[in-house]
């Protein structure tokens, strides 16, 4: 079937090349470049990048390195050496802003950015855009979240409901996962009673004001959702494949999808998000969407760039993206692409498009926003569901947005140490101060093998080092070390 796909696929590529805007004999000739790919991506992308290479009536000829670099990790890796990096590379929405700040993205001309317009979803295109600009190329649009289920615990007719899906957990003894004390998780609540929280940002990608009623009469209502589930002995605050060990219900996205269904076999069920009820009304529990995006380097050779731009329309076309679905059930965001049968047969695929509907795209958003409304949960869980008491939570979130606002340029752009260190579990920020490039954490800690942290820089999580967690292997008494210039994290053993 894919063997036939891939036929399929290059005779169609053939006969799209129109699609693309007509390009200037000028931009014909043979370039060297990098990419940087998901490791699952790799081979593909390079099969992709001969296809263009085939197929494209310009004179470009693309020879390409495809690297495997992560979508998480490619924006960190980026930053700390523009030069250095890729030509074109994946990322995830939430790091544009940083990138535009870094220089690292190509602003895209008219005819590109009318590529991005009208060929792909609304949220896609707006993950794309700063201010009035468009910085890269749409992806996909899978990156969001529903509810799988064990049917042989919760009956199709209860999957709407918070409250009876609860119900039936606490009957059977199974438990119901939900990830909320992760602010992409619990906003969820939020939109579903019309809240909203918008970070704003200049045309350079610097975030300057925030518009935010979480702490509302419509927020409380939210806070008196999450403490329903919240609340009952069967909620776990995962959002992973849980079947396994005891859970009926997880909310989690299609990176779970293979691993749900071979765990649930015939009681596999899908669906998009409940309902709760609060004072006779009820409220669809909604979800932030977000996508995938590709990324062109600024270069200095114009014409290098152009042939790039030419390169990024081709690997975000409807055949590349629906290609990506058939081999590793990506979401597509071109619009086409997404009424594909290889879509429409996916129930997860499914399952998120219905909860599409309830879903807000993902915005640019201030690094330290995740840590400050996770918290959200946290504080919702320690009271006793009164108003009083969860609108003391609600506040407290307020509170700590308008700080974020009131730092001082000296906070903003030192680094502190965050982990699981010195008893702390990634809620405190640990001191460090710096001679030069380098920041040394204040105190020794001592450290069991296995410890992880990061450094960060201004309390938020734009800038953290190293991309992946640090793991400390041996155990001992150490020093963090970290030089700002290279990313690279130490550990410096106490005398």
Not at 343 to 352: D, E, H, I, K, R
Request: aromatic content about 10%.
């Amino acid at each position: 079937m894919k063997k036939l796909f891939a036929i399929l696929l290059a005779l169609s590529m053939l006969l799209s090349m129109s699609v693309f805007a007509s390009a200037s004999s000028e931009i014909a000739g043979t370039y060297d470049v990098t990419i940087w790919a998901p490791d699952a991506a790799v081979d593909l992308t390079k099969s992709q990048v001969e296809a263009f290479n085939s197929s494209n009536e310009m004179g470009i000829v693309i020879n390409a390195t495809v690297e495997p670099v992560s979508e998480a990790d490619a924006a960190s890796n980026m930053i700390l050496d523009v030069s250095a990096g890729a030509d074109l590379y994946f990322f995830a929405q939430d790091q544009l802003s940083r990138l535009i700040q870094a220089n690292a993205l190509t602003k895209l001309g008219q005819g590109a950015a009318a590529f991005v317009k009208d060929n792909n979803s609304a949220g896609s295109v707006l993950a794309a855009q700063a201010g009035e600009d468009y910085y890269a190329y749409p992806l996909t649009a899978d990156n969001g979240y529903f509810m799988y289920y064990d049917k042989s615990v919760v009956p199709e007719e209860d999957v709407d409901s918070l409250e009876a899906i609860i119900a039936d957990c606490e009957a059977a003894g199974k438990n119901f996962s939900f990830e909320l004390e992760n602010a992409w998780y619990n906003a969820g609540f939020f939109f579903g009673t019309g809240c909203h929280s918008d970070w704003i940002t200049d045309d350079a990608g610097n975030f300057i004001a925030i518009d935010d009623d979480f702490n509302s009469d419509a927020g409380l209502i939210a806070a008196k959702g999450i403490y329903k589930l919240v609340s009952s002995p069967i909620y776990v605050n995962s959002g992973n494949a849980d079947f396994a060990s005891g859970s009926a219900v997880v909310v989690t996205g299609t990176w779970n999808y293979a691993t749900i269904l071979e765990q649930l076999g015939d009681n596999f069920g899908v669906a998009d998000l409940p309902s709760f009820e609060v004072d006779g009304a009820e409220y669809h529990i909604g979800s932030y969407s977000g996508c995938k995006l590709l990324g062109v380097k600024p270069q200095e050779d114009a014409v290098k760039g152009a042939a790039l731009n030419q390169l990024a329309q081709f690997l975000t076309n409807k055949d590349c993206q629906i290609q990506r679905t058939v081999e590793f059930g990506w979401g597509p965001a071109n619009k086409e692409a997404v009424q594909d049968e290889a879509v429409a047969s996916n129930p997860a695929l499914t399952a998120l498009a219905e909860q599409s509907n309830y879903a807000i795209p993902q915005p640019n958003i201030h690094g330290s926003w995740w840590d400050i409304a996770k918290v959200i949960t946290t504080d919702v869980k320690a009271t006793d569901g009164s108003d009083d008491a969860l609108k003391a939570a609600l506040q407290k979130y307020e509170d700590s947005i308008a700080a974020v606002f009131e730092m001082t340029d000296e906070v903003r752009n030192a680094f502190t140490l965050i982990g699981t260190v010195g008893g702390t579990n990634w809620d405190t920020d640990l001191p460090m101060t710096a001679e030069g490039d380098i920041w040394t954490s204040n105190e020794a800690y001592e450290m069991e093998a296995g410890t992880e942290f990061k450094c960060r820089q201004g309390k938020a999580w734009d800038t953290a080092y190293p991309a992946d967690n640090f793991v400390v292997e041996t155990a001992g008494t150490y020093y963090v070390q970290l030089d700002a210039a290279s990313g690279e994290v130490s550990l410096v053993p106490a005398a």
